[in-house]
Structure formats: C-alpha cells, structure tokens
T-cell receptor
Framework: NAGVMQNPRHLVRRRGQEARLRCSPM?????VYWYRQLPEEGLKFMVY????????ESGMPKERFSAEFPKEGPSILRIQQVVRGDSAAYFC???????????FGSGTRLTVV | GENVEQHPSTLSVQEGDSAVIKCTYS??????FPWYKQELGKRPQLIID?????GEKKDQRIAVTLNKTAKHFSLHITETQPEDSAVYFC?????????????FGTGTRLKVLA
C-alpha cells in the first residue's frame, strides 16, 4: 500500500547520535500512530498525533524521544542520543480505507551500532 | 487500560490442516477486533476484523469468532498453505473512544509445514 510512506527504510546510527524517522500519511488523513517493534516481539504503542497536536503519548519514553506532526510536512519521530536498546522497527499507521483498520507504513528499521 | 493476551506464541501445522489462534481482552468497552498478518521483514497487514455486534465473520479460508461474554476472540485458518506462514497479531479497541489506539497481542508465529 503506497498510501503511508515512511523513510528511511533502514537507518544506522552510532550510539549517541540522533535518529529522525519520517511518516507521511495518505493525503487528507490527519491522524498518525507510531508503534515500536523490538526484534521477535509485538507492536507497542508509542504516540498518537493529529495535525499539530499530540493526543496520546503514553507509550513514549519520557526522555530522548519526541514526536511532532506539523501543519505542513510529515510526522517526525525523533530519538536523541540513541542507545543499542533503541534498535527496532518503527512503524507508523493511519486509518485505512475500511472502517477502523489501520494501514501501516513499510517501517523504518533502526540499527544502533 | 486494555490488555490483550494471545496464545499460542508459536504454532506449527501440516499443510492442509487448520490453525486456531486465540486472544482474550480485558476492557469490556472494546468493540472492534482486527487481525493482522506480518510476513518476515514486512509491514503488518489487516486480514480480517470483527465488530462486537456480530459473533462470526468469514472471508474464504479465514474466519474470526467473538465471545463477548467471555471476552475472547479467535482466528481460524482452514486448509493452511505455506504462504500462510507469518506472525499474526490480534488487537482490541473501543472504536467509540475517538482515539483508535490499538493494543496488540504479543503475536503468534505460524509455520505451515509442506
């Protein structure tokens, strides 16, 4: 589904660097959800944003992590001073074309070396 | 808040046999239950969903059943094929809450043996 675009697909960062992950939902969709998937684990909710507003950030670590969804441009998940434990796949999602089903982006696989 | 448990964590079946994956949820307000399939290295994709006003839904070889009283729902795959091998996730939400924040189960790795 080309509707939800994430980039980059793969990102390698050294410990202490910053990672920026981008998500562009389908045109006209103003809700974005970010999920983290650790290797061999499930999908954990991080944050829910609408345009220019954070609605629910209950799943996001209090330190080093931030998210935004500006009026213009993609949603950004920012991880400062990355550590090895941040290595994971990060997916964003928005509502799909049917009912309440999510459509996921292709994900960004972050590797911290 | 909602908590979703999923069993089993791994499941191996012979090609042609059936597979059943079960989930239980805690929040009685939950009223929408989707199932996602995730192939290795790919994004999760919605395969079937059910709302709380029905007890069963079918789509070709897959079906989902819901027991609201017991707060559990199940995914049934019949006549399994090798391409059904993937990780399957269930989820539960209160679609009337306005947030649509999914709480996912921990996943079931299904292997279909040829």
């Amino acid at each position: 589904n080309a509707g939800v675009m994430q980039n980059p697909r793969h990102l390698v960062r050294r410990r202490g660097q910053e990672a920026r992950l981008r998500c562009s939902p389908m045109k006209g969709h103003s809700h974005v959800y970010w999920y983290r998937q650790l290797p061999e684990e499930g999908l954990k909710f991080m944050v829910y944003l609408q345009k220019e507003n954070i609605i629910d950030e209950s799943g996001m670590p209090k330190e080093r992590f931030s998210a935004e969804f500006p009026k213009e441009g993609p949603s950004i998940l920012r991880i400062q001073q990355v550590v090895r434990g941040d290595s994971a796949a990060y997916f964003c999602a928005t509502f799909g074309d049917t009912n309440y089903g999510y459509t996921f982006g292709s994900g960004t696989r972050l590797t911290v070396v | 808040g909602e908590n979703v448990e999923q069993h089993p964590s791994t499941l191996s079946v012979q090609e042609g046999d059936s597979a059943v994956i079960k989930c239980t949820y805690s929040d009685s307000a939950s009223n929408y239950f989707p199932w996602y399939k995730q192939e290795l290295g790919k994004r999760p994709q919605l395969i079937i969903d059910i709302r709380s006003n029905v007890g069963e839904k079918k789509d070709q070889r897959i079906a989902v059943t819901l027991n609201k009283t017991a707060k559990h729902f199940s995914l049934h795959i019949t006549e399994t094929q090798p391409e059904d091998s993937a990780v399957y996730f269930c989820a539960a939400i209160d679609a009337t809450s306005g947030t649509y924040k999914y709480i996912f189960g921990t996943g079931t790795r299904l292997k279909v043996l040829a």
